[in-house]
């Protein structure tokens, strides 16, 4: 999404503040885990307004279809069976970008302006200036990005920022049919999960929670979970991310300070050469050789 | 004309061309490299046709560098073998820095610090073939915690590796007669007497 207005928080490889003449408030889209009846309504709307279409796979003996995040699938639902208090229950979690406060692509990635985060709390991808690199991949705690083979760009959830531009609600939002998606301001958001959970407590869901985890600042993509203590029920679903220590190590101080030790070592052997002069041939040990040749 | 036919060969002109592969692949890696490196370097992919066609490039070159200095390896790792005089010229290399080296212990075709070029640079290269090409997305796709480690390693060595080049370039510039060894292969016999006197001697027999 290139067009955009001046309220940005953050842009990638950037050092200086980015452009942030207006502020905007936080928003967030909530996943009620346990209201989605995995109709994928949400992944057809998706791939209907990004206009974007996976191709049809094979049915590998689950219902999650396609398999998994691509650069033309931006959602996927994820079905996991598992068995609690002797009950078969079918967990089903919508896998997309969680729009992190603290995004491990943004710290990742080496492009101007390839990835830019909202003030509002939306990570977008400006594929413009996207170079292909993949850092964004090995950056995120989520497994999130996608490279595409056709033009080795990254793609990913927009948050339907374009949507979001003209005061239009996400479009899985739109057609989830039993409300388990939810979208307002992360405020709000935040509220209506505080219902939900003491609903679901009262129903004998006494661990049911709020995901929107701190080790990434939280997130603008909040799930309610009947077991908020295990997370990773549900897919995979990360118990406690942040960004990797190898990413910070590898994003970190270390950049600057191993850029300083270079100039360090330019300007030192320019200013040995200066203050030292040359390593010059004896004019003494020149004569030697020519005496010998002389006899 | 040859000015004086008694120089000193010291390069034929394979290992010459050799050493020009790997070096002209090293300086456009390292460009491009640091581009990615940190924000600061990024005007560099101008240099390669933008941003992607330097992501693209790059690993292709790593390549090509890792080919030429196994190579060059092979053939020059002997004459870096360690010895003690060398320890002995590391514990005063003060002395060279200075730029006093009349009473340098006399060193070989190589002095203890070409050697540590030469042995730092098997290192880094090593360490930059493997997690250079753990990192090339456009091939591979290994597990996200090997990646991170690779990313770490790969910026590390190249770090090392830029800093070991600086000191190589430098040295020859600074020691004047040595860059024409790696022109056209040949050095002025006092130019041997002065700086590698074993070398020398092993050459003329004096
Ligand atoms: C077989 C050898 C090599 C391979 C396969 C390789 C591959 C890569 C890859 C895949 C990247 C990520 C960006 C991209 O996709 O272009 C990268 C980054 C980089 N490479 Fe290499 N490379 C190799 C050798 C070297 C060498 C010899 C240098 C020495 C100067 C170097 C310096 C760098 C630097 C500074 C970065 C940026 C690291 C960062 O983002 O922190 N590479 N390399
Ligand atoms: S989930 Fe991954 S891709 Fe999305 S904002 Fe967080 S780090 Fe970036």
């Known amino acids: ?295 | 004309m040859i000015r004086d036919p008694k120089d000193l060969p010291r390069y034929n002109a394979a290992e010459r061309a050799n050493h020009w592969v790997t070096g002209i692949c090293f300086i456009l890696l390292a460009l491009s490299g640091l581009a990615f490196f940190h924000p600061a370097f990024y005007p560099l992919v101008q240099l390669f046709g933008g941003g992607a066609w330097a992501r693209i490039i790059h690993p292709y070159l790593g390549v090509i560098l890792g080919i030429a200095f196994v190579v060059m390896f092979f053939r020059f790792w002997q004459l870096n073998l360690i010895n003690d005089a060398d320890r002995e010229w590391l514990t005063r290399v003060g002395e060279m820095i200075e730029g006093n080296d009349h009473n340098m212990p006399e060193q070989g075709k190589y002095n203890a610090g070409q050697k540590m070029v030469f042995w730092s640079m098997a290192v880094c290269v090593s360490a930059l073939v493997i997690s250079g090409l753990l990192m090339w997305r456009a091939y591979f796709n290994f597990p996200v915690g090997i990646v991170r480690l690779a990313a770490v390693v790969h910026a590390a060595a190249a770090t090392i590796m830029i800093l070991v080049a600086i000191v190589h370039v430098y040295a020859a510039i600074w020691t004047k007669g040595t860059i024409r060894a790696m022109w056209y292969g040949t050095v002025t016999r006092a130019w041997a007497k002065q700086h590698h006197r074993a070398w020398y001697r092993q050459m003329t027999g004096k």
Request: proline share 6%.
């Open chain 1, 1 to 295: 999404m290139a067009l955009q207005s001046l309220d940005i928080k953050q842009r990638s490889a950037t050092t200086t503040p980015a452009p942030q003449a207006r502020q905007t408030m936080e928003i967030a889209k909530l996943i009620d885990v346990s209201a989605c009846i995995g109709c994928k309504a949400c992944q057809v709307a998706c791939m209907e307004w990004n206009d974007v279409r996976e191709e049809v796979g094979h049915n590998v003996g689950v219902y999650d279809n396609p398999t998994d995040l691509t650069e033309n699938a931006w959602t996927v639902m994820r079905f996991t069976e598992v068995e609690e208090n002797n009950k078969l229950e079918w967990l089903i979690r919508k896998d997309g970008c969680m729009h992190c406060s603290d995004p491990g692509c943004l710290k990742s990635c080496p492009a101007p302006g390839a990835i830019i985060q909202y003030s509002n709390g939306v990570v977008d991808f400006h594929q413009e200036n996207c170079i292909g690199c993949g850092y964004c991949v090995t950056g995120c705690p989520f497994n999130v990005p996608r490279i595409s083979k056709k033009d080795n760009k990254a793609y990913k959830c927009t948050l339907c920022s374009d949507r979001l531009a003209v005061n239009q609600a996400p479009a899985c939002v739109k057609a989830c049919p039993t409300g388990a998606i939810e979208f307002g301001s992360k405020e709000d958001m935040k509220d209506y999960a505080g219902k939900r959970i003491a609903d679901l407590k009262e129903r004998g869901y006494d661990k049911a929670g709020l995901y929107d985890p701190p080790g990434v600042g939280g997130t603008h993509v909040m799930y309610v979970l009947h077991h908020a203590d295990r997370p990773g029920l549900y897919a995979g679903l990360p118990e406690n991310p942040s960004i990797s220590p190898l990413v910070s190590l590898w994003k970190g101080a270390t950049k600057p300070l191993a850029t300083f030790a270079l100039g360090l070592a330019a300007l030192g052997s320019l200013f040995h050469y200066v203050i030292k002069g040359p390593n010059e041939v004896a004019r003494e040990i020149e004569e030697e050789i020519e005496k010998e040749d002389a006899s």
